[in-house]
């Protein structure tokens, strides 16, 4: 069996062969500064894992490093950046952008692994009309897209967003707005929430319409960790997360695109939510050492009840980057037992790494081939 066809056959939630084994994306620090700057798929060979590659240009994803090289300029929407400090170390971006009705400004840090906001876009609420009116949406060119596709070949699947700085609706909100603040007006003016909530959702459906309908995408990743019950309660997320999620992976699914549903934080209280937003897959049951609550995977499991693939569980700091080889079989092992008995599972860590071990990552991967049905 191929790597595509393992990976295919859990994400549709059934036995592959054995288990099969990768990462949520190769970072580019990790594969400059320990594998000799190759490429994501040279990089899934070496390690001997199966190849989950992650296709990021025009997805419009401020958090990834040197993210303004993708910034979208229309006559309506000019996004210009002040750069204050070009130090990769300690990048410092001020970005003012200019429409026919007004001025939003925004600002970032970064370094050479991420992204981070200083200062958010929306300061006003009739910021969002601006939003609404004038920003640009992104157009994938399906062509690049298919050769990269061709490219991945049988040694995985290739993976996509949908567009914007999260996937999610709720989770771009958070990037737009402080999520502390995002929260208080979700109680105070629900109504202004669920508008700007409805703004995004329509760039997003016109992104899917417009780009995702016959691109060549093994998978579509929506959400974001600002959903995650160590975020919000599950009552918000009821309200402000699930409808339009839902939304969402049905246009995928008209689209003829499969979905996942990405948690980076805590979950175990909104399973129910994440079955009922109709979500083909879910990642990435994060485990209590890298910021979530998934201590026993048997009840996320039994929870999905085959309705919902998995894909994750991995602690990609203690036990990947510090741990021994023996810790990353035992994990290994603990993982396939707990999410893995009925098919349906992809072993992945459960979010970026920076300085795993090479040997550790083969180890881990070794380590999940001898896991078979």
């Not at 400090?85 to 952008?97: G, M, Y």
């Not at 709720?170 to 202004?192: G, K, R, S, T, Y």
């Not at 602690?315 to 990353?328: R, S």
């Amino acid at each position: 069996m191929t790597s595509k066809e393992r990976m295919m056959r859990a994400l549709h939630r059934e036995k592959p062969d054995r288990l099969p084994v990768t990462l949520h994306q190769w970072q580019g620090y990790h594969l400059d500064t320990y594998m000799g700057g190759v490429d994501d798929l040279t990089a899934f060979r070496t390690t001997g894992m199966d190849a989950a590659v992650q296709y990021f240009e025009a997805m419009g994803q401020f958090w990834i490093p040197n993210a303004e090289q993708y910034l979208i300029q229309t006559p309506e929407w000019r996004d210009e950046v002040d750069v204050i400090d070009a130090n990769p170390r300690n990048k410092i971006l001020h970005h003012t952008i200019t429409t026919p009705e007004g001025e939003l400004t925004y600002k970032t840090g970064g370094n050479l692994t991420t992204t981070w906001i200083t200062e958010y876009m929306i300061k006003r609420p009739e910021d969002i009309d601006l939003i609404d009116q004038y920003m640009p949406v992104t157009k994938l060119d399906k062509q690049k897209v298919a050769d990269v596709y061709d490219t991945v070949g049988n040694d995985g699947i290739l993976r996509g967003f949908v567009w914007g700085d999260q996937a999610g609706c709720w989770q771009h909100a958070c990037c737009l707005m402080d999520v502390q603040d995002l929260i208080l007006e979700a109680f105070d003016h629900p109504d202004w929430v669920h508008r700007l909530l409805e703004i995004l959702l329509a760039k997003k459906l016109q992104f899917i319409a417009e780009s995702l309908d016959g691109a060549k995408f093994d998978l579509i990743e929506t959400g974001g960790g600002a959903a995650s019950d160590t975020v919000i309660s599950p009552d918000m997320h009821r309200e402000f997360c699930m409808p339009y999620d839902r939304r969402m992976h049905r246009a995928l699914h008209e689209a003829g695109h499969i979905a996942t549903y990405h948690t980076c934080g805590g979950m175990m209280h909104i399973l129910d939510l994440i079955v009922e937003n109709e979500t083909d897959a879910s990642e990435t049951l994060t485990p209590p050492g890298t910021g979530g609550n998934i201590t026993e995977p048997d009840k996320v499991r039994r929870a999905f009840g085959g309705k919902v693939a998995m894909i994750g569980g991995m602690d990609q700091f203690n036990v990947i980057t510090d741990g021994t080889e023996q810790d990353i079989r035992t994990e290994v092992q603990r993982l396939f037992e707990g999410f893995g008995p009925d098919g349906g599972y992809i072993l992945s860590m459960s979010d970026h790494f920076f300085d795993a071990p090479v040997e550790n990552l083969k180890v881990y991967a070794d380590a999940a081939r001898e896991c078979a049905y």
